[in-house]
């Protein structure tokens, strides 16, 4: 019955549509999530410290946490669905390498939600106050911020120039091009603001930036500083998301695709 109903019916999906509503959708619910902290942390309407971490931004294990990382995850899917969409009209390298793409967005997202990074600088940090020294602890931990800047950072700004440098004609072509460069470029000011953040003196610039502003609650100034990192992370993965899409809708323009359940009559 059903499949006499459905037979010779075709969905049409309009994929740019649908990525407009996303992008919109995406920036509405980061912006409502920057009025719920201010609401829930800042302003402490409920004065309930649980809450309060529910919604606050600029710490892990919180829903803005989860978006970002559900967004990573949401791009990594967007990058292997192209690599399916082209593995037969483009050489097997250049899959690999969409494939890798996508590994790395993965990465970000996982990596976004379980710390890893910081966790591994902190191992390093716990090795060097144990005295277990050697020449490459030592070496990372000359870093003035953050540990993992010296050992993680590099390899995220290499990856994003592979991928810039990979898909720069490819997007350009398409008018794409202003996604990535706007996305990874609020990665890259979100880890300089997260670069700031790990320096012995930044108390001494919050003060700065407190009596400057004329702000009486230091809490504003600090939490502030993060609360903008962390956004701009969000704001970045959205804007390279918008991008990807719209090249998977350019690539997979008239893909015909057939739902099958599988059993042989």
């Known amino acids: 019955m059903y499949q006499e109903q459905f037979a010779g019916k075709t969905s049409v999906i309009d994929l740019f549509r649908v990525t407009r509503i996303i992008i919109i959708s995406c920036l509405v619910f980061i912006f409502l999530l920057v009025v719920c902290d201010y609401v829930f942390n800042y302003l402490d309407v409920l004065e309930d410290l649980s809450f309060r971490r529910i919604w606050n931004v600029a710490r892990e294990n919180s829903?803005?946490?989860?978006?970002?990382?559900?967004?990573?995850?949401l791009l990594?899917?967007?990058?292997?669905?192209?690599?399916?969409?082209?593995?037969?009209?483009?050489?097997?390298?250049?899959?690999?390498?969409?494939?890798?793409?996508?590994?790395?967005?993965?990465?970000?997202?996982?990596?976004?939600?379980?710390?890893?990074?910081?966790?591994?600088?902190?191992v390093l940090v716990r090795m060097a106050q144990q005295g277990e020294n050697t020449a490459a602890t030592e070496f990372l931990l000359q870093n003035?911020?953050?540990?993992?800047?010296?050992?993680?950072?590099?390899?995220?700004?290499?990856?994003g120039l592979f991928i810039l440098g990979f898909l720069w004609m490819t997007f350009w072509r398409q008018h794409l091009l202003h996604f990535l460069i706007m996305g990874f470029g609020c990665w890259a000011v979100a880890q300089g603001l997260d670069f700031l953040e790990g320096l012995d003196n930044i108390v001494d610039l919050y003060a700065w930036v407190q009596d400057t502003l004329s702000v009486?609650?230091?809490?504003?100034?600090?939490?502030?500083?993060?609360?903008?990192?962390?956004?701009?992370?969000?704001?970045?993965?959205?804007?390279?998301?918008?991008?990807?899409?719209?090249y998977l809708a350019h690539v997979s323009d008239g893909l015909e695709f057939r739902l099958e359940n599988g059993k042989k009559d």
Not at 77 to 86: E, G, H, L, P, S
Not at 99 to 120: N, Q, R, S, T, Y
């Open 63 to 73: 829903i803005p946490t989860w978006f970002s990382s559900m967004l990573a995850h």
């Open 76 to 122: 990594a899917v967007t990058v292997f669905a192209i690599a399916a969409v082209q593995r037969k009209i483009i050489p097997a390298w250049k899959t690999a390498a969409w494939v890798l793409i996508g590994l790395f967005f993965l990465w970000i997202g996982i990596d976004d939600f379980a710390e890893i990074h910081e966790k591994l600088g902190g």
């Open 144 to 159: 003035p911020s953050f540990s993992w800047h010296t050992f993680i950072a590099p390899v995220f700004a290499l990856c």
């Open 216 to 246: 009486e609650d230091e809490y504003a100034i600090s939490h502030s500083f993060k609360a903008v990192e962390e956004t701009l992370e969000m704001l970045g993965t959205a804007l390279l998301w918008a991008g990807f899409l719209y």
